[in-house]
T-cell receptor, first 114, second 114 residues
Framework: AQSVTQLGSHVSVSEGALVLLRCNYS??????LFWYVQYPNQGLQLLLK????ATLVKGINGFEAEFKKSETSFHLTKPSAHMSDAAEYFC????????????WGAGTKLIIKP | NAGVTQTPKFRVLKTGQSMTLLCAQD?????MYWYRQDPGMGLRLIHY???????AKGEVPDGYNVSRLKKQNFLLGLESAAPSQTSVYFC?????????????FGPGTRLTVL
């Protein structure tokens, strides 16, 4: 069965510092890939997605992610953290052989230190 | 477009009581999902539907029932609530005909079972 691993349940960075949230998936066939963000007491919203084409994907709020097939990774980055980025981030994959479900990572809570 | 809406937003039940959570979407999506979110456990799929009149079990279906009588609505029922069902419940929908399963989420229902 496919799985998604997010390294670190909590990541803490200083305001203005680089944000790096890691996501690895297990699949012999590259799936479609997503990052979702959940702000406190809200539902999840799509941050960015990779389907086909360019492997560096830009999303909302200055976030981007790079699909690396050789590393089976889809890490999320932002050059300079802002206090408003404090949220929980979820990585998910949609297997190419089935679009019924998303396989979810456990989530990473991003903490921004002033 | 309201997107995905959930009713109610909050609810407190006593053990053994029943209730129904309503999810509605106005995007004409084929697929709909019910998740629960518990601290440190990410999102867990309860039930899902790939079209009007169809339902299927997800990862944690026990104690829940669902119905999809209309394409735009997906109901989640708890027949006899238990404290273990205290959680935040999210509904999501997806187009279905897309090769990848980008899901759109509601704002959530916070349920407490005493």
């Amino acid at each position: 069965a496919q799985s998604v691993t997010q390294l670190g349940s909590h990541v803490s960075v200083s305001e203005g510092a680089l944000v790096l949230l890691r996501c690895n998936y297990s699949s012999s066939v590259p799936p479609y890939l997503f990052w979702y963000v959940q702000y406190p007491n809200q539902g999840l919203q799509l941050l960015l997605k990779y389907t086909t084409g360019a492997t560096l994907v830009k999303g909302i709020n200055g976030f981007e992610a790079e699909f690396k097939k050789s590393e089976t990774s889809f890490h999320l980055t932002k050059p300079s953290a802002h206090m408003s980025d404090a949220a929980e981030y979820f990585c998910a994959v949609s297997p190419m052989d089935s679009n019924y479900q998303l396989i979810w990572g456990a989530g990473t809570k991003l903490i921004i230190k002033p | 477009n309201a997107g995905v809406t959930q009713t109610p937003k909050f609810r407190v039940l006593k053990t053994g009581q029943s209730m129904t959570l309503l999810c509605a979407q106005d995007m004409n999506h084929e697929y709909m999902y019910w998740y629960r979110q518990d601290p440190g456990m990410g999102l867990r799929l309860i039930h899902y539907s790939v079209g009007e009149g169809t339902t299927a079990k997800g990862e944690v279906p026990d104690g829940y029932n669902v119905s999809r009588l209309k394409k735009q609505n997906f109901l989640l029922g708890l027949e006899s609530a238990a404290p273990s069902q205290t959680s935040v419940y999210f509904c999501a929908s997806a187009r279905g005909e897309s090769p990848y399963n980008e899901q759109f989420f509601g704002p959530g229902t916070r349920l407490t079972v005493l």
